[in-house]
């Protein structure tokens, strides 16, 4: 027989164009217990593409592998039972692989890891354990398991507080694209705990919302509106609170509705402004309810639409 590592290697080359030929070189290679080949076999198995799919066939595949000590087999088994592919939930097993994925080195793995402990999926709570495994992660260059790391760091969970190691994480996992990562570094720039101040706030704002962390794009808006860290500009204000009131917030609406009311940064119009005013109530704005109450109260409701309520 053709050396296994060769058939799998034919068999990839084939997988786009022939995935039967490809499938049946992987059955071939793994007719020998080649783990590479059994691993082969269970991806195609479970998307169904060269042969008939069957997850539970895939199962044993990935799990022949594992035992015979291949860590991506062990990884996708974790990810199975986690409730993936239609496979039944077993919190347990999903934690077993996962951790023996990471231990044998499968960098992958240790974010999940990480997470199962932090949250105690599968078994007991232990942060520790959790930050042990996001510091690892963070360190083989997983953006977001910098990011944890610094709000573990930041609040003393798993660790000992240390607010210069958090920012430095926080930095890094802002600096590699993590939107929330980039809010946090914005909200520590304007309390001066980062130099850059105000308008270093506006700019990471800005990275966050153009990643589309809507909380961001909401403090930048406030930050225009104000004309805290960037020239004070009622049109860029209205414009990205209007971004926000799309996703149905209360305040953001609210403001909206304000803007449309006075005529800041949009035409005036206060049949618009009323409508906003309406939604945010119904969207749980105190303010606007209030508003909205005392406009009834007044009996003026005959002269406006009052939308939402």
């Known amino acids: 027989m053709e050396d296994p590592m060769s058939l799998c290697e034919r068999a990839v080359s084939l ?78 097993r999903c934690r077993m692989w996962f951790e023996r994925a990471a231990e044998a080195g499968f960098v992958q793995a240790y974010p999940e890891i990480a997470g199962i402990y932090l949250y105690g999926y599968g078994t007991e709570p232990d942060p520790s354990r959790a930050f042990d495994w996001y510091r690892k992660a963070a360190e083989a260059g ?15 969970v798993g660790t000992s507080a240390d607010e210069q190691e958090a920012i430095r994480m926080f930095r890094m996992a802002a600096v590699a694209g993590v939107p929330e990562a980039m809010f946090k570094m914005a909200v520590l720039a304007d ?19 153009d990643a589309g962390l809507i909380p961001a794009t909401f403090n930048l808006a406030t930050m225009y509106y104000e004309g805290q860290g960037v020239e004070r500009d009622m049109q860029k204000a209205f414009e990205l ?11 953001a609406l609210m403001l909206v509705g304000r803007m449309y009311f006075e005529g800041l940064g949009v035409e005036k119009d206060q049949v ?38």
């Open 15 to 92: 997988y786009a164009d022939d995935p039967e030929g490809a499938y049946a070189l992987f059955s071939e290679a793994a007719s020998s217990g080649f783990p590479n080949a059994l691993f082969g076999m269970a991806e195609m198995k479970v998307s169904g593409r060269g042969t008939e799919r069957d997850v539970d066939g895939a199962v044993e595949l990935y799990t022949v592998a594992a035992e015979a000590g291949h860590p991506p087999s062990m990884y996708r088994l974790g990810a199975l039972y986690s409730g993936t592919e239609g496979l039944k939930e077993d919190p347990e």
């Open 191 to 209: 309390a001066g705990k980062v130099p850059g101040g105000k308008k270093a706030a506006a700019e990471w704002y800005r990275s966050a919302s």
């Open 241 to 251: 609170y209007s971004r926000v009131a799309e996703t149905g917030d209360g305040d």
């Open 142 to 156: 997983d953006p977001l398991s910098m990011f944890k790391v610094g709000y573990m760091c930041s609040e003393g």
């Open 272 to 309: 618009k402004g009323f409508e906003f005013f309406g939604r945010a109530a119904a969207a749980g704005n105190q303010i606007a309810q209030e508003f909205v109450q005392d406009i009834r109260r007044r009996q003026n409701t005959q002269f406006v639409k009052i939308d939402g309520l």
